[in-house]
Each structure stands twice: as structure tokens, then as C-alpha cells.
């Protein structure tokens, strides 16, 4: 963090959003050593509160990043083809990171995410060795950097390291630009991750098999058998990001990836499934009975045109939704979730599909639960990760604090929030990071190195 933790902290909200649909008025947070200790609304403030102008609410969690495709925004949004093509010039950027110009990269990015109040973030993270496939002198070099960068920006890390074994389902090898993402095998990458964790005991880890194109059905059983002696870490998985990967999955095995995933132990709701685009109704329906969580990214998905997924399927069926930024298209957790209903009206013709409280849960609860950091809430016991949203701008002028979830859901940008709390910590003030400062100018910095 970038200044001492407070030992209390009292917050005098003019309105905060507590859940539902609407807000509440007059709302007081107390904060002791980075926890809420008490809220209670609709109370005057008392002398020496910090009194809090607009709407006071969660931290969002961003439950699913690739830091540096950050780097490619604007230059490949307008090109031509599809997810494949696209995946070609992502290749290019990732044979070109080291960990120092990783962490500036990424430093930059979380303060990013840190303006849009972003609070946490879940890095599937699969940039490990050497462009050529060898080990760096300190094999966790990659994962550290990102350590750093996010302790540089203020923001809370799950680092979910990435499994990426093989090309494809049905090829035991992986391909030059694949190199550097690749362990020798499942035994190998779960004993890097095991010693990384025993490296760093106050990091948070996940496993991530990339997906069943890269980490084969076998393999997937050895990664479930060894959560145990991991300490039961969360699971995050590509799931049927696109067509292509289900028709390979069924013509190898018969099954489809969700299918895959259920039996070989790797559902449950320590197991999230990103993207979960082109599902069955089996596979909607073995997510929702083990509670598994989905994470949709709706920006990049359009951005790539990967398609729109079944959302209300999954909510029906019992699936949490929480929300992630994958490639970074834009920063801004608003959109996001707007983007999550108003997909659905353009594919059912309907309105109201995911009323904005439920939007805003998964936006920040949901995203919480699924990189299991526990309660994430304005209420006692939760961290003081905590979003300040400024109601002057032309977009929130008229907010009505009745409305307030479709008000910041339908109106709302990353461009209206004002200041930024991690437990308790103020890292974001009048829109400006208190330790980075210049963000923008840091990207175009580090893109620009980058890219060279």
C-alpha cells in the first residue's frame, strides 16, 4: 500500500449502496484496521466523519485480466477476422515482455483499473519463462513482477497462474509462441506453483488450466486431486470461448469442455468458468447445479467477436456471475455490466433480463466470491474496499437515489469515480492515484517501450 493502514477511519456517505436497487441516504461507515466495524444509515454526521459527496458502494472486482494485452488496445480493435487472428498479433506482444517491462506494464494497467475503481483483480497469468521456453534464474520471476505492480498501484491481486500444456486438444506439443507460456508437464507446473506459494505466503494463488485445449482430460483430473495439498485454491478455466473449441472437444472425447470439467472434479463454487459463451443446455445445467461461478467479459467478447452468452440460463440455473476485463478493450466496470443486459435485449427482444442490483453484485460480490476473498459488501466484517461515485457530471446529473443500481448501472462511467479505498487505504482522490499519479502518461510510456 502507499501510505499506513489507518487504525479507524469513519465515512459520512451522502448516499451508498448497500444492495437492491436503490440507495441509502446519510449513511455512516466506520473502519477499524481495514474492516467495516458498523454501518448505519440515515444518521447526521458527527464531527470528525470524512464526509463523502455522491454515492458511496463496493469496490468493483475484476475477477479476470490479461495485464498486458493492454498494450494492443486500438491497434487491433479494427482489423479483420476473428478470435484466431486476433490471438496472432497477441503473440507478438507476449514474446516480447520481461519482468521489469512487465512490471511497469502492469503497474501502469492496475492503476488504471484502480481510477475506474477496480479494488481487486484476478490475473490469469500465463507469461512464465524465457521467450525460448527456459526457466528465468528466479523461475517465479514473471509472477512477482505482477506482485509488485499491484502493490504499486494499491490494489488487491489473486494471481491465477496459468496450466498451458499443449496446442490443442489433440496435440501433445505446444508451438514456438507457445513456449513461454508452457511447463514440461502437469506435475511440473503444479510443483512451480506449490513452490511459488511457499515463496510467497502472503500472495494469493489460483489454479488456472488454461482450458481443455491446453491441459487434457487427464491432466484436468491431477489438477483437481492436487487442490488439497494446495490449500484448496480457486479454479479459474477458459470454458467454450468459442465454437471451434467445442467442436474439437466433442470429436477428441465426445464431450464438451463443461462436461470435461464436471468429471474430472473441477466444478463447484471454488471453480469459475470464463466466458461460458457457447453452452449446451447440459452444460448451462452442470454449471448452475454445482454452483460454479461464471465469468462473462463482455467488452472483449464483442471486441473479438466471440459472441454472447447465456447469462440468464446460468443465473436461472444457479451459476454466479461475476464480471472481468480480459483483454482490457476499456477499463471500466460500468460497461461491463451494462453490457451483460443490454447484450441479452439485442438477442431476446426483451427488457430486464438482469435487474441492475443483481449487475452490480456481480460487479463486485460476485467477483469477489469467485477469486475467494470472502464478504465484499458495505457491511460489518467486510474490507473497507470501498468506490466513491460522483453524481456531477452530465451523465448522473439527475440520479435519483431510488433508482440508484439503473442509474449506475445505465449511466454511469469510469470517468465519474472519485476516490478509491483498499482496506481503508485511500489510494484514488479527486480522480488522481495517490502514488502513481500520472497514469496515463505511465501507459503511454510502457505501451510504447512495449511495443518497440
Do not use: K
Not at 130 to 139: E, H, I, K, L
Not at 383 to 394: E, R
Amino acid at each position: 500500500m502507499t501510505s499506513p493502514r489507518p487504525h479507524a477511519l469513519v465515512l459520512h456517505a451522502e448516499h451508498a449502496w448497500l444492495g437492491g436497487e436503490s440507495a441509502s441516504r446519510d449513511v455512516r461507515v466506520e473502519v477499524r484496521d481495514g474492516t467495516i466495524s458498523s454501518v448505519t444509515a440515515g444518521v447526521p454526521a458527527v464531527r470528525g466523519d470524512e464526509q463523502v459527496a455522491g454515492v458511496l458502494m463496493p469496490g468493483f472486482v475484476n475477477a479476470h485480466s490479461h495485464a498486458f494485452h493492454r498494450a494492443l488496445r486500438g491497434r487491433t480493435h479494427a482489423g479483420a477476422g476473428d478470435f484466431w487472428a486476433w490471438r496472432d498479433l497477441m503473440y507478438r506482444v507476449a514474446g516480447s515482455l520481461e519482468p521489469d517491462t512487465y512490471e511497469s506494464l502492469a503497474t501502469a494497467v492496475y492503476g488504471e483499473m484502480a481510477l475506474a475503481g477496480i479494488t481487486a483483480v484476478g490475473e490469469f497469468h500465463y507469461v512464465h519463462h524465457r521467450p525460448n521456453g527456459t526457466p528465468y534464474d528466479d523461475p517465479h520471476a514473471m509472477s512477482r513482477a505482477l506482485v509488485r505492480a499491484a502493490r504499486g498501484a494499491g490494489i488487491r491481486l489473486v494471481v491465477l497462474d496459468v496450466g498451458y500444456l499443449h496446442a490443442s486438444i489433440t496435440d501433445p506439443a505446444v508451438r514456438p509462441e507457445q513456449w513461454r507460456f508452457a511447463d514440461r508437464s502437469v506435475d511440473a507446473w503444479l510443483e512451480r506453483v506449490a513452490a511459488f506459494r511457499a515463496a510467497e505466503p502472503t500472495v494469493r494463488i489460483g489454479l488456472a488450466p488454461h482450458s481443455v485445449r491446453a491441459v487434457h482430460p487427464d491432466e484436468l483430473a491431477r489438477v483437481a486431486a492436487a487442490r488439497a495439498t494446495l490449500g484448496g485454491p480457486v479454479v479459474h478455466v477458459h470454458v467454450s470461448e468459442q465454437p471451434a473449441e467445442n467442436e474439437a472437444a466433442l470429436a477428441a472425447t465426445g464431450r464438451t469442455p463443461t462436461r470435461l470439467l464436471a468429471d474430472a472434479g473441477l466444478l463447484g463454487g471454488f471453480a469459475t468458468a470464463v466466458h461460458a459463451t457457447h453452452l449446451t443446455d447440459e452444460d448451462v445445467a452442470l454449471l448452475g447445479a454445482s454452483g460454479t461461478h461464471a465469468c462473462i467479459c463482455p467488452t472483449t467478447e464483442r471486441d473479438l467477436a466471440d459472441g454472447i452468452g447465456p447469462t440468464a440460463a446460468l443465473r436461472d440455473a444457479g451459476a454466479v456471475l461475476c464480471l472481468g476485463t480480459d483483454s482490457h478493450a476499456v477499463v471500466d466496470p460500468f460497461e461491463e455490466a451494462r453490457a451483460v443486459e443490454a447484450h441479452q435485449r439485442v438477442t431476446s427482444l426483451r427488457r430486464g433480463t438482469h435487474p441492475s442490483g443483481e449487475l452490480l453484485a456481480a460487479a463486485t460480490s460476485g467477483g469477489a466470491a469467485s477469486l475467494g476473498l470472502g464478504p465484499h459488501a458495505i457491511h460489518e466484517g467486510a474490507p473497507a474496499d470501498l468506490v466513491a461515485i460522483a453524481l456531477d457530471s452530465v451523465r448522473l446529473a439527475t440520479f435519483d437515489a431510488s433508482h440508484a443500481a439503473a442509474h449506475l448501472v445505465h449511466a454511469a462511467g469510469a470517468a465519474d469515480v472519485r476516490d478509491v479505498w483498499v482496506g481503508g487505504v485511500r489510494i484514488v482522490r479527486d480522480s488522481v492515484h495517490l502514488s502513481l499519479g500520472d497514469v496515463a502518461g505511465a501507459l503511454r510510456r510502457t505501451v510504447a517501450a512495449q511495443l518497440r
